[in-house]
């Protein structure tokens, strides 16, 4: 298992580019299955979740490339599918694999989609997924670990819907999403997810033909059509590789920039930096960060987007860590997302749980050690700890961090980082 081995204490600076979205590459991938056209996608980062997908899609019959001369670049095809299914060994590794769902039971009308496994930052059920495709028309039992879907004798299509979810869910929004493109008549969408990687999908599914109205509000309008088409469709770059390095830059102090990075999807993080006492400023396709000296602590709640994201929690509370004063920090989305904090308090930081709140008092220093990863974002705060703490820290399983960054050790070397990779 590799391993990360950082020397603490070198300010960042340089130019940093930000890659495609994870968050957005995953659906997007997933929706080349409702053509039998060739989709080619844009900016696709280098992560281990992308090539699982890859894995996953090809599985099936899907045919997928990555261009030699520019490998970011993937063409895929799913003209002729063999099989609609998504097997357990395969979606273990990954929660995005849930999103097959809605385009095999649109596009073939049928789709055996494992349970996604069990994950270090709560139970995660599918449940809200399962209830809208269900109430498009679709069959669907669970058994033996997997859902297993279809549309009733007779029926073609799915058919619009309208569908309001208990709660705001990502995956869950664009599962409906892209099955609706392709149903019978309209579907309404009630209380949708609004994240940028919504909107980002929602772009390529009408570049492919489909009729959306509204995404990036909480209500989506789709009519559905009988075929979607191919097409070339560049994803958007990944708001939360861009929220790390800039909480890794307000730690260690330095000067970047963030090439490609999207200031306007990040507006609750970027307030808060400021707040914090970095220097941010951000044009067209970029975002530049400053900082110098301790920052002050930020509380914070994290909550739907345009809220506080989620999958920034752990790497602000790693700034907070060596800021200056106290902070509460509340995570409302996941029951089990504080992973991280006994690991950093290995590095000698000073938190306490209490239910979903970390209550934080800065401390002038940490101290390097040996820390483990526990889940993606979980990893990239021990790795900005690290960045900060005295001595060397090495951050043990980061098989987690590769899911979803794209080579974020060699970007941090290239702005001044002492990091590297110890492979065993
Ligand atoms: C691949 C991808 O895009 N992953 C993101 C997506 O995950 P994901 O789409 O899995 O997260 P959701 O938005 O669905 O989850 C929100 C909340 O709803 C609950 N829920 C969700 C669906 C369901 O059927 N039943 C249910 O109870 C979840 O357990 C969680 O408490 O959004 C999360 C919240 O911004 C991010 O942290 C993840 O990075
Ligand atoms: C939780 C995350 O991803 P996933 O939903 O793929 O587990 C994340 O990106 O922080």
């Given amino acids: 298992m590799d391993k990360l081995l950082i020397k603490g204490g070198n300010s960042l ?17 997933c929706a080349a299955l409702l053509t039998a056209d060739s989709v080619t996608l ?11 997908m890859l894995k996953l899609i090809r599985n099936m019959g899907v045919q997928a490339e990555r261009s030699q001369a520019r490998p970011s670049t993937v063409t895929l095809n799913a003209g002729a599918l063999s099989s609609p299914e998504a097997p357990y060994e395969l979606v273990k590794t990954m929660r995005a694999s849930v999103l097959a769902l809605g385009p095999l039971l649109a596009r073939f009308g049928e789709a055996t989609v494992s349970l996604p496994g069990g994950c270090a930052i709560g139970s995660r059920p599918v449940d809200q997924h399962i209830k809208g495709m269900q109430a498009m028309g679709a069959e669907i039992v669970v058994e033996h670990g997997y859902m297993i879907a279809r549309l009733p004798a007779g029926q073609k299509r799915l058919k619009g819907a309208s569908i309001t979810t208990d709660m705001v869910t990502v995956t869950g929004t664009e599962n409906f999403l892209m099955a609706a493109t392709l149903a019978e008549g309209e579907t309404i969408l009630e209380n949708a997810a609004q994240e940028p990687e919504i909107g ?4 390529m599914l009408i570049k492919m033909g489909a009729r959306i109205e509204g995404h990036g509000t909480r209500r989506i309008r789709i009519q559905g059509v009988e075929r979607l088409h191919g097409c070339t469709h560049q994803v958007v770059a990944d708001r939360i590789e861009a929220g790390t390095f800039l909480c890794a830059v307000a730690a260690t102090g330095g000067d970047v920039v963030l090439k490609a990075g ?28 400053q900082a110098s000296g301790r920052m002050k602590a930020q509380s914070f709640r994290t909550t ?3 809220g506080f994201p989620t999958d920034m929690q752990a790497q602000f509370m790693a700034l907070n860590a060596i800021a200056q004063g106290a902070s509460a920090v509340t995570e409302t989305i996941f029951e089990n997302r504080f992973m991280h904090v006994n690991e950093m308090v290995r590095l000698g930081a000073k938190i306490q749980i209490e239910g979903k709140v970390a209550v ?24 900005i700890a690290g960045l900060v703490a005295q001595g060397e820290t090495m951050v043990d399983r980061i098989y987690h961090l590769d899911r979803g960054y794209d080579q974020m050790e060699a970007k941090l070397r290239g702005i001044g980082a002492d990091i590297e990779r110890v492979r065993s």
């Fill in 13 to 29: 600076a340089g130019t940093v580019e930000i890659s495609g979205a994870k968050n957005a590459a995953l659906p997007e991938l």
């Fill in 42 to 52: 844009e900016n696709v980062p280098a992560l281990q979740d992308v090539a699982t």
């Fill in 200 to 203: 980002d999908l929602a772009e």
């Fill in 262 to 289: 999207r200031a306007d999807h990040l507006d609750a993080v970027i307030d808060k930096l400021r707040e914090a006492g970095a220097v941010i400023t951000a044009g067209d396709g970029f975002i530049r960060i």
């Fill in 360 to 383: 934080m008092e800065g401390v002038e220093k940490l101290s390097g050690a040996t820390v483990m990863a526990t889940d993606l974002r979980a990893s990239a705060s021990l790795v």
């Fill in 304 to 306: 739907e987007y345009p």
